[in-house]
């Protein structure tokens, strides 16, 4: 069955250093991968989109790479804030329905 | 927001009653879901809808049913409420190949 795997142990990270958050899939050819941050009591915020033929994203601090092959995503912030504290979950397109499935997010937390 | 309203946005109901849920949209956007957010399980997709009357099932969709007579209103109803239907329930709006836009979401409690 199609699997989608973030770590679900709490990353903390000390401001400034570089967080690395894996996303796992199996079973699944997805077209693209979408990244969200969310936080406590509120609904999933859309951050990156990378598609199958792309092997990297940037968007200010924010990173994603793609591959394919090892069917793993990597979600990187840079200069890590104590403001970049909240969960990020992975999305794939599902080869079945086409609609997203989400992995269960990791939560990050950056201490001053 | 996206101008995505969901109300309640707290509720707490006992077993066997019906609940339903609204979502409610400014966007004029055609595709509506609604997920529900679990521990251990992250994002479930429910049901979906495609336009006014159009609708179909997500991975869990038993013991609901979700109706679209407007484009801004996608209402999720639990027909007799089960204590495994606790959750936090959340609305979004988007397409399959873009990025979905979600509402702030709904707290279930079923006793």
């Known amino acids: 069955s199609q699997k989608i795997e973030q770590n679900s142990e709490a990353l903390n990270i000390q401001e400034g250093k570089t967080a690395t958050l894996t996303c796992n899939y199996t079973?699944?050819?997805?077209?693209?991968l979408q990244w969200y941050r969310q936080d406590p009591g509120r609904g999933p915020v859309f951050l990156l989109l990378?598609?199958?033929?792309?092997k990297e994203k940037r968007k200010e601090r924010l990173k994603v790479t793609f591959d394919t092959t090892l069917k793993q995503s990597l979600f990187h912030i840079t200069a890590s804030q104590p403001a970049d504290s909240a969960t990020y979950l992975c999305?794939?397109?599902?080869?079945?329905?086409?609609?997203?499935?989400f992995g269960q997010g990791t939560t990050l937390q950056v201490k001053p | 927001d996206a101008g995505i309203t969901q109300s309640p946005r707290h509720k707490v109901t006992e077993t066997g009653t019906p609940v339903t849920l609204r979502c409610h949209q400014t966007e004029n956007h055609r595709y509506m879901y609604w997920y529900r957010q679990d521990p251990g399980h992250g994002l479930r997709l429910i049901h979906y809808s495609y336009g006014v009357k159009d609708t179909d099932k997500g991975e869990v969709s038993d013991g609901y049913s979700v109706s679209r007579s407007k484009t801004e209103d996608f209402l999720l109803t639990l027909e007799s409420a089960t204590s495994s239907q606790t959750s936090v329930y959340f609305c979004?709006?988007?397409?399959?190949?873009?990025?979905?836009?979600f509402g702030n979401g709904t707290r279930l409690t079923v006793t």
């Open positions: 990378i598609r199958e033929n792309e």
């Open positions: 079973n699944y050819s997805p077209a693209y």
């Open positions: 979004a709006i988007g397409t399959d190949n873009s990025p979905l836009h």
């Open positions: 999305a794939l397109s599902s080869s079945n329905t086409g609609k997203l499935i």
